[in-house]
């Protein structure tokens, strides 16, 4: 039994947040997460110089990580740092790309974007009702709220082809991208696809898709552990120091209770992130993130919501930190995958 | 970073499933399972077959007969031990009374007392509580007033878990009644047929009796007895408070539980089909599942802190809130599963009368009604949240 991070991940983790603490500071960030492109595309390069997407894809794929804990390293620090970049559909798109056995120095260098576009308006997180039809290597169909599809240079798109899945690559440029900004930062896009041409990465993509959907919702529950970490900082910073009746708010035991079990969800939290990044690759990995992101998504709403409460009127106000973190955590459940979806997978394994 | 234990630990869990394999006797664990009440004898028995194998006093440096177990061994020693539906061991003795002497007590005192709480010679009981100091400890009013080498105690002492089998009770007593109340109170040990006790029953909320109050009239007791210096006692609860908060998630009962909970759900049927299948049940089992896997992981990550950097720490608090809240979860799973069925009062009649039903459904509602003593006792929850505002979130 060994709860520390290995020496090269500390280093990492380090590192990363060094960065984003220096160089994507709260003011920067609230400039460039809201306006198109909805990141930095030079901090972009400057992320993926630093290793960052090399820690997300296996030695075999030319990256020196890609496992449940490199994967968690990285994304913690991404969610402390409250960073809108489109890290999430490179990781997603560099399993897929692993699958497939493809080239994907573009994607661990930076220089090429990618999104994965699997999510449809009446099928947001499963693969069972997608509708985007394959056919002779054109596909058309929606994808909805496709996260990074805003500034993406490829897309990998999941369709049904015959009675199967498959995975296409299509060049952004080749199809119609609505984008636009997210709520809480950072951008999306909607990709309309009419007889859009594709280049096929993945026959028979179930097994792969379900791998990057579980690597992705893995790497939320890490960015939720991270974010639900910095606002828990604030939140005990401000009880700390805003006075009310003459003394700090941290005072009054109704606040206390409440922080408490704030920091208890979140020791819950992180314990089951650990454990699912532990299962990566085991048979009962859907299970585990399955488990993980229900958890998780709770957890991350009530700190979002408590730490509002908490801070009181100024919580509600643009400049503060405080707001913006609790979007985030908030809007970090109903990405592949809320609550009640994965409660539900959860539920599955029951029928015997 | 590494979530199983190594070959050791796995060798040593191994050995210890092997060892309650052949050595609980099935009677006890019958009961265990089904949440029978288990009599002295019952608990004795246990007792002394651990003390034979030198695994009785599990947290007990090898110097003073403790198997000299690591913070991890020990952990596995009662996961499994909770699996095999062994009783609890009765922590009085051994998990309070046992640290406090080897930390506080006199040369003496560990010579004469450590050993006959081993052989089972005593049953030592807890005098913390009293009728109006619960929680908040220091406004304990028993009085211990010197008069030349002994001391007369006058009081009353409440909550005393399973005292009608105890010979002997530690106390914490009031010698100085002035300056901070934390700072006049003494440990003093006393033997239970000294003149001037009584000892009363309290029938608890499901109809069983494990708690009792004790009375002191003017209770004479040799100044030997006390434990420490006079006036030290508060340093010495806070110290128990802390022993006994190990194992204080009680994962192991809890696994146990929701095993059971998930057999008695596929058992129980609702609209022709289990009760597990259906969806609002199966939500609140999966709810409640979730949360103890992530408590194991909670609970291991803390052993490992203390394995790895001493005393655990004052996030123990957390274990005590969210273990005993899915404790009582399950509970309440149980008892709901079974509808109108959890209703009959159980009595020694119903258990094993096949007629009236699995003998695990008739304790179903009186474990739910016990269990809610969990988020009381050992400092109540709202207890913990206080200790942790001020240890973990510095406010």
Not at chain 1, 208 to 226: F, Q, S, Y
Not at chain 2, 67 to 95: D, Q, T, Y
Not at chain 2, 370 to 380: E, T, V
Request: aromatic letters at 8%; hydrophobic letters at 40%; a negative charge.
């Amino acid at each position: 039994m060994d709860f520390s991070l290995t020496e090269d991940r500390r280093m990492l983790s380090d590192s990363l947040t060094r960065f984003l603490a220096d160089k994507y500071a709260f003011d920067h960030r609230g400039k460039v997460a809201y306006d198109a492109p909805f990141h930095d595309p030079a901090l972009w390069g400057e992320m993926a110089e630093l290793g960052v997407l090399y820690a997300l894809a296996p030695e075999k794929a030319g990256g020196f990580g890609g496992t449940g804990f490199d994967i968690t390293t990285v994304f913690e620090a991404l969610g402390r740092g409250l960073c809108p970049e489109p890290v999430l559909g490179t990781l997603m798109a560099s399993k897929l790309l692993t699958a497939a056995g493809a080239d994907q120095a573009g994607l661990l260098d930076g220089s090429r974007r990618y999104a994965v576009a699997i999510g449809e308006l009446d099928a947001p997180y499963d693969l069972d009702n997608i509708a985007t039809l394959a056919e002779d290597d054109k596909l058309s169909g929606r994808k909805s709220v496709v996260y990074g599809g805003n500034d993406a240079d490829v897309f990998l798109v999941a369709a049904r082809k015959g009675d199967a899945l498959a995975v296409y690559e299509v060049t952004g440029t080749d199809a119609q991208v609505t984008g636009y900004g997210l709520i809480d930062g950072g951008g999306a896009a909607e990709l309309f696809l009419d007889a859009t041409p594709g280049t096929l990465l993945l026959d028979d993509a179930e097994a792969a898709l379900t791998d990057a959907l579980d690597a992705g919702r893995l790497a939320l529950c890490a960015e939720a552990v991270g974010a639900m970490d910095a606002t828990n900082e604030i939140l005990l910073d401000y009880l700390r120091t805003r006075k009310q009746f003459g003394v700090a708010i941290g005072k009054f035991q109704a606040l206390q209770h409440r922080a408490v079990d704030v920091v208890t969800e979140i020791e819950q939290a992180r314990s089951i992130t650990i454990l699912a990044a532990s299962r990566m690759g085991e048979t009962d990995q859907s299970r585990a993130v399955s488990m993980a992101k229900t958890l998780t998504g709770r957890a991350a709403r009530l700190v979002a919501e408590e730490a509002i409460q908490m801070h009181g009127g100024i919580a509600m106000t643009w400049e503060a930190a405080v707001s913006h973190f609790a979007k985030r955590l908030v809007m970090i459940d109903a990405q592949l995958g809320d609550v009640d979806f994965h409660l539900e997978r959860v539920m599955a394994g029951y029928a015997a | 970073m590494d979530l199983s234990f190594t070959d050791e630990e796995i060798a040593f869990r191994d050995e210890v499933r092997a060892f309650l394999d052949e050595n609980l006797p099935k009677d006890l664990s019958d009961k265990v399972r089904v949440g029978g009440e288990l009599d002295k004898d019952d608990m004795d028995r246990w007792h002394a077959i651990l003390n034979a194998k030198g695994w009785l006093a599990s947290g007990w440096p090898v110097e003073f007969g403790g198997p000299g177990w690591s913070p991890v061994e020990k952990h596995i020693f009662e996961e499994e031990a909770a699996r095999a539906n062994a009783p609890r061991i009765v922590p009085f003795g051994l998990a309070m009374l046992g640290p406090v002497l080897q930390k506080f007590g006199s040369k003496e005192q560990q010579d004469e007392i450590l050993p006959r709480i081993l052989d089972g010679s005593d049953w030592w009981c807890q005098g913390y509580s009293e009728p109006g100091a619960g929680s908040d400890l220091a406004s304990l009013k028993t009085r211990a007033v010197r008069d030349g080498d002994h001391y007369v105690i006058n009081g009353q002492k409440t909550w005393t878990t399973l005292g009608q089998f105890a010979n002997k009770i530690f106390c914490l007593v009031r010698t100085k009644t002035d300056g901070k109340p934390q700072e006049g109170i003494s440990f003093i040990l006393v033997e239970l047929d000294t003149p001037g006790i009584e000892m009363r029953p309290i029938k608890l909320i499901e109809g069983g009796h494990e708690v009792n109050e004790v009375f002191f009239t003017d209770v004479r007791v040799p100044v030997e007895n006390l434990v420490g210096e006079e006036n030290q006692g508060w340093t010495i609860a806070k110290f128990l408070l802390t022993h006994e908060r190990t194992n204080i998630a009680g994962v192991g009962f809890s696994m146990k539980a929701l095993e059971e909970l998930k057999a008695q759900a596929r058992r129980i049927k609702r609209g022709g089909r289990p009760l597990l299948e259906n969806p609002l049940f199966a939500a609140r089992v999966a709810d409640v599942e979730i949360e103890l896997e992530a408590m194991k992981i909670t609970n291991l990550r803390m052993l490992y802190r203390a394995q790895t950097q001493g005393q655990p720490g004052p996030e123990t608090s957390i274990l005590k809130i969210k273990g005993t809240v899915i404790r009582q979860t399950l509970n309440d799973l149980s008892r709901r599963a079974l509808g109108p069925a959890a209703a009959p009062f159980p009595s020694e009649e119903m258990f094993g009368n096949a007629a009236l039903g699995e003998p695990e459904d008739v304790y179903a509602a009186a474990k739910y009604f016990n269990n809610r003593k969990l988020s009381i006792f050992g400092g109540s929850n709202e207890i913990q949240r206080n200790i942790l505002t001020k240890a973990m979130l510095e406010l």
